[in-house]
C-alpha cells in the first residue's frame, strides 16, 4: 500500500487537535453543545490553515451521539461511520463542479433525508470558483434549507463571492499561522510518525511554509525522504534548496557597502552549491526586510518570529547601514523578484541587480539619490566621487581609448552611445564648443571723397539677460524639428536649454552629469541633424555646446525633488 502523506495521515480530528484556530474554535465548539447550529456556515483563510479540517470536524460534532464539551467522542457509531467516509458528509470541489448543473442536482440532494446520520452535511470547497449562475441557484436553498441540511463553505478568496452568499452564512476567517505554532505542530506529528528533525531544520521549515501548515508538512515529509527519520539541519538546508544564514549576511554586508565584486561572488557561491536562484532571492529580500524592521523598529522579534540570537545578530547589521540603502536595496530585489520568471538565465538579471544596488549612480530616482548619498557618507572624505571612479576604470575588459572621440561611426541609440565613450573622457573640459562661429569678411573703408553716415548693422546683439528667454524658445523650437527628424537624436537633447543668444550664435546647456550626450550629439552625423533643425527655426544660426556646472545642476534636482519654492544661498 502507498504510504500517506503527513498531512493527510495526521489530520485533526477534534477541534483541540486544531492549533493557532482558538478564536474558530472555541465558537463552534460552544455553539455544538448548546445545540444552537447554523444552517451555512463560511470557512475564509489562505491555504493550509485549516478550513477543511475544521470542517470535516464540525460534520462529525454536530452528528455525534454523544458529543463531549462540544467535541466529537470518536467513538460512537455516528463518528466511525464519519470519519470513514458517510454517504451523508458530501464534499465537494467547486473547481471542477462548477456549474448550475452541478448546483442542482446539489439542490435535489438536499431535499431528501440523511441515510445514517442526524444531518446531512454539504462541504463546498473553492466555493469562489462557482458561476454566477450557480450562486444564483443556491441562494434560496442555502438561505431556508431543509432542518436536516447544514452547508459548509471554504474559500481562499472570499472578496469573490457575491454580497448575497457571504450574508446568509456565519463568517469564520482562519489566521495563517506564526512559526511557533508551526513547530509546536511538526513536533508533535514527527513523534507520532517515529522521525525526528533538527531543531533548527524545524525553524527553516516553517519559515519556508510561509504560514500555512499542509506547506509545512509537505516540506517535513520531502525532508523525510530525502535523509530518512534523523534530519540534521544541513538536510533541510539541501532538501528544500535554500542557503544558510552566514551566506545571506554575507551577501547583504557586500550590497549595504557598495561592493559589488563580493556580492557578486556570493552569488556565484550559490549557484556553485546547486541551490534555486529563486529561492535565494526570496531570502535574501526577507533578510533586507529583518535588516530594515530593525532598523525601523529595533527589538522586534515578534514581527520577525525569530530567535533572540538572530535577533541581535538583525540589529548588529542594521546598526552599521543607512535605512535608504537598504530599501533601496529591497526595491530592487522585489522588482527583480517579480520578473525573474520571464529570463531563461536568472543568474543575469540578479547580478545586473546586485551591481546596480551597489552602483546606483545611473538611476535617478529619489530613493537612489537617497541611496547615493547614504553610501558616500560612509565612505572616507578623501574619497573619489563615484563619476571620477567609474571614469578611471575601462568598460569590461577593453583596451582604454583614446581622448578624443572618433568622428565616424556614430550610435545611434543613446545607450549604445553612452556605453562606446571613452573612459578618459570625463577629465575632459566642461565647456567643449562645438561649431566656431564662421568669421564675417572685413569691410573695406568708404573713399573719403563724400562724409556718409557708417552703415547701421544688421543685427545687434541684445544683453545677455534680454536674450536668455529668445534662445530658451529658439532651442525649444529646434529640439521639437529635432524629434521630427531623428527620434533617436533628440533623446541625446531632450535634457538641454537653450541660455545664452548672443548674435548668431546660440549657447546650448547641458546638465553636468550628461557629458556623455554632450559627446554623442557632437558626432558628425548627429550633428549634421541638429544644423538641420536649427536652420529651419533660424538660418544662419551657430550653436555653441557647453556642460552646466556643478552646482547648478544640483540646485536644479534639489528644486525639482522640493519644488520651485526652495532657496538656496
Same mark, same amino acid.
Given at each position: 500500500?502507498?504510504?500517506?502523506?503527513?498531512?493527510? #495521515?495526521?489530520?485533526?480530528?477534534?477541534?483541540?487537535?486544531?492549533?493557532?484556530?482558538?478564536?474558530?474554535?472555541?465558537?463552534?465548539?460552544?455553539?455544538?453543545?448548546?445545540?444552537?447550529?447554523?444552517?451555512?456556515?463560511?470557512?475564509?483563510?489562505?491555504?493550509?490553515?485549516?478550513?477543511?479540517?475544521?470542517?470535516?470536524? $464540525?460534520?462529525?460534532?454536530?452528528?455525534?451521539?454523544?458529543?463531549?464539551?462540544?467535541?466529537?467522542?470518536?467513538?460512537?457509531?455516528?463518528?466511525?461511520?464519519?470519519?470513514?467516509?458517510?454517504?451523508?458528509?458530501?464534499?465537494?470541489? %467547486?473547481?471542477?463542479?462548477?456549474?448550475?448543473?452541478?448546483?442542482?442536482? $446539489?439542490?435535489?440532494?438536499?431535499?431528501?433525508?440523511?441515510?445514517?446520520?442526524?444531518?446531512?452535511?454539504?462541504?463546498?470547497?473553492?466555493?469562489?470558483?462557482?458561476?454566477?449562475?450557480?450562486?444564483?441557484?443556491?441562494?434560496?436553498?442555502?438561505?431556508?434549507?431543509?432542518?436536516?441540511?447544514?452547508?459548509?463553505?471554504?474559500?481562499? +478568496?472570499?472578496?469573490?463571492?457575491?454580497?448575497?452568499? *457571504?450574508?446568509?452564512?456565519?463568517?469564520?476567517?482562519?489566521?495563517?499561522?506564526?512559526?511557533?505554532?508551526?513547530?509546536?505542530?511538526? /513536533?508533535? *506529528?514527527?513523534?507520532?510518525?517515529?522521525?525526528?528533525?533538527? =531543531?533548527?531544520?524545524?525553524?527553516?521549515?516553517?519559515?519556508?511554509?510561509?504560514?500555512?501548515?499542509?506547506?509545512?508538512?509537505?516540506?517535513?515529509?520531502?525532508?523525510?525522504?530525502?535523509?530518512?527519520?534523523?534530519?540534521?539541519?544541513?538536510?533541510?538546508?539541501?532538501?528544500?534548496?535554500?542557503?544558510?544564514?552566514? /551566506?545571506?549576511?554575507?551577501?547583504?554586508?557586500?550590497?549595504?557597502?557598495?561592493?559589488? %565584486?563580493?556580492? *557578486?561572488?556570493?552569488?556565484?557561491?550559490?549557484?556553485?552549491?546547486?541551490?534555486?536562484?529563486?529561492?535565494?532571492?526570496?531570502?535574501?529580500?526577507?533578510?533586507?526586510?529583518?535588516?530594515?524592521?530593525?532598523?525601523?523598529?529595533?527589538?522586534?522579534?515578534?514581527?520577525?518570529?525569530?530567535?533572540?540570537?538572530?535577533?541581535?545578530?538583525?540589529?548588529?547589521?542594521?546598526?552599521?547601514?543607512?535605512?535608504?540603502?537598504? $530599501?533601496?536595496?529591497?526595491?530592487?530585489?522585489?522588482?527583480?523578484?517579480?520578473?525573474?520568471?520571464?529570463? %531563461?538565465?536568472?543568474?543575469?538579471?540578479?547580478?545586473?541587480?546586485?551591481?546596480?544596488?551597489?552602483?546606483?549612480?545611473?538611476? !535617478?530616482?529619489?530613493?537612489?539619490?537617497?541611496?547615493?548619498?547614504?553610501?558616500?557618507?560612509?565612505?572616507? *572624505?578623501?574619497?573619489?566621487?563615484?563619476?571620477?571612479?567609474?571614469?578611471?576604470?575601462?568598460?569590461?575588459?577593453?583596451?582604454?581609448?583614446? #581622448?578624443?572621440?572618433?568622428?565616424?561611426?556614430?550610435?545611434?541609440?543613446?545607450?549604445?552611445?553612452?556605453?562606446? !565613450? =571613452?573612459?578618459?573622457?570625463?577629465?575632459?573640459?566642461?565647456?567643449?564648443?562645438?561649431?566656431?562661429?564662421?568669421?564675417?569678411?572685413?569691410?573695406?573703408?568708404?573713399?573719403?571723397?563724400?562724409? +556718409? =553716415?557708417?552703415?547701421?548693422?544688421?543685427? +545687434?546683439? %541684445?544683453?545677455?539677460?534680454?536674450?536668455?528667454?529668445?534662445?530658451?524658445?529658439?532651442?525649444?523650437?529646434?529640439?521639437?524639428?529635432?524629434?521630427?527628424?531623428?527620434?533617436?537624436?533628440?533623446?541625446?537633447?531632450?535634457?538641454?536649454?537653450?541660455?545664452?543668444?548672443?548674435?548668431?550664435?546660440?549657447?546650448?546647456?547641458?546638465?553636468?552629469?550628461?557629458?556623455?550626450?554632450?559627446?554623442?550629439?557632437?558626432?558628425?552625423?548627429?550633428?549634421?541633424?541638429?544644423?538641420?533643425?536649427?536652420?529651419?527655426?533660424? =538660418?544662419?544660426?551657430?550653436?555653441?555646446?557647453?556642460?552646466?556646472?556643478?552646482?547648478? #545642476?544640483? +540646485?536644479?534636482?534639489?528644486?525639482?525633488?522640493?519644488?520651485?519654492?526652495?532657496?538656496?544661498?
Amino acid at each position: 500500500m502507498a504510504r500517506r502523506a503527513l498531512y493527510r #495521515e495526521f489530520r485533526p480530528e477534534t477541534f483541540s487537535e486544531v492549533i493557532g484556530q482558538d478564536h474558530i474554535t472555541t465558537i463552534l465548539k460552544n455553539q455544538v453543545r448548546e445545540g444552537k447550529i447554523s444552517h451555512a456556515y463560511l470557512f475564509c483563510g489562505s491555504r493550509g490553515t485549516g478550513k477543511t479540517s475544521s470542517a470535516k470536524i $464540525l460534520a462529525r460534532a454536530v452528528n455525534c451521539l454523544s458529543p463531549k464539551d462540544g467535541e466529537p467522542c470518536m467513538a460512537c457509531e455516528a463518528c466511525r461511520l464519519s470519519k470513514a467516509g458517510s454517504a451523508d458528509v458530501i464534499e465537494i470541489d %467547486a473547481a471542477s463542479n462548477n456549474g448550475v448543473d452541478n448546483v442542482r442536482s $446539489l439542490i435535489e440532494q438536499a431535499q431528501f433525508a440523511p441515510l445514517e446520520l442526524r444531518y446531512r452535511v454539504f462541504i463546498i470547497d473553492e466555493v469562489h470558483m462557482l458561476s454566477t449562475a450557480a450562486f444564483n441557484a443556491l441562494l434560496k436553498t442555502l438561505e431556508e434549507p431543509p432542518a436536516h441540511v447544514l452547508f459548509i463553505l471554504a474559500t481562499t +478568496e472570499p472578496q469573490k463571492l457575491p454580497a448575497t452568499i *457571504v450574508s446568509r452564512c456565519q463568517r469564520f476567517d482562519f489566521h495563517r499561522f506564526s512559526i511557533a505554532h508551526i513547530i509546536t505542530n511538526l /513536533t508533535m *506529528v514527527l513523534e507520532k510518525a517515529g522521525a525526528t528533525i533538527d =531543531p533548527n531544520g524545524l525553524r527553516l521549515i516553517a519559515r519556508a511554509a510561509d504560514g500555512g501548515m499542509r506547506d509545512a508538512l509537505s516540506l517535513a515529509d520531502q525532508c523525510l525522504s530525502f535523509a530518512g527519520n534523523t534530519v540534521s539541519e544541513q538536510d533541510v538546508y539541501d532538501a528544500l534548496g535554500t542557503v544558510s544564514g552566514t /551566506t545571506l549576511e554575507r551577501t547583504a554586508q557586500a550590497l549595504l557597502n557598495g561592493n559589488a %565584486a563580493d556580492a *557578486v561572488r556570493a552569488l556565484d557561491d550559490v549557484i556553485a552549491n546547486g541551490r534555486d536562484l529563486g529561492v535565494f532571492l526570496n531570502d535574501l529580500a526577507r533578510h533586507f526586510r529583518a535588516l530594515l524592521l530593525a532598523k525601523t523598529c529595533g527589538d522586534c522579534a515578534d514581527l520577525l518570529d525569530c530567535t533572540d540570537d538572530q535577533m541581535q545578530r538583525y540589529l548588529k547589521a542594521a546598526k552599521g547601514a543607512d535605512e535608504s540603502r537598504i $530599501l533601496y536595496a529591497l526595491e530592487q530585489m522585489l522588482k527583480v523578484q517579480s520578473t525573474l520568471k520571464l529570463f %531563461a538565465s536568472p543568474r543575469i538579471p540578479i547580478e545586473a541587480a546586485f551591481i546596480r544596488i551597489c552602483r546606483p549612480v545611473d538611476d !535617478q530616482s529619489f530613493a537612489a539619490l537617497e541611496s547615493r548619498v547614504a553610501l558616500l557618507e560612509q565612505r572616507p *572624505v578623501s574619497a573619489a566621487p563615484a563619476i571620477a571612479r567609474r571614469a578611471e576604470e575601462p568598460a569590461y575588459d577593453e583596451p582604454p581609448m583614446l #581622448e578624443a572621440p572618433p568622428a565616424e561611426p556614430v550610435f545611434d541609440d543613446p545607450w549604445e552611445t553612452e556605453q562606446a !565613450q =571613452p573612459a578618459q573622457q570625463a577629465e575632459t573640459p566642461r565647456t567643449q564648443p562645438i561649431a566656431q562661429p564662421k568669421p564675417k569678411p572685413a569691410i573695406a573703408p568708404e573713399p573719403k571723397t563724400a562724409p +556718409e =553716415p557708417a552703415p547701421e548693422p544688421k543685427r +545687434e546683439s %541684445a544683453p545677455e539677460s534680454a536674450q536668455s528667454g529668445d534662445a530658451e524658445a529658439i532651442w525649444a523650437s529646434a529640439k521639437k524639428k529635432i524629434l521630427e527628424l531623428n527620434p533617436m537624436v533628440f533623446m541625446y537633447a531632450k535634457d538641454t536649454r537653450g541660455v545664452q543668444l548672443s548674435g548668431d550664435v546660440l549657447t546650448v546647456e547641458f546638465p553636468a552629469s550628461q557629458e556623455s550626450k554632450l559627446n554623442g550629439i557632437t558626432a558628425a552625423r548627429n550633428l549634421q541633424t541638429v544644423k538641420t533643425a536649427i536652420e529651419s527655426v533660424r =538660418p544662419g544660426t551657430e550653436l555653441h555646446f557647453r556642460l552646466a556646472q556643478l552646482m547648478n #545642476e544640483n +540646485e536644479e534636482k534639489l528644486k525639482e525633488l522640493f519644488g520651485s519654492s526652495l532657496t538656496i544661498n
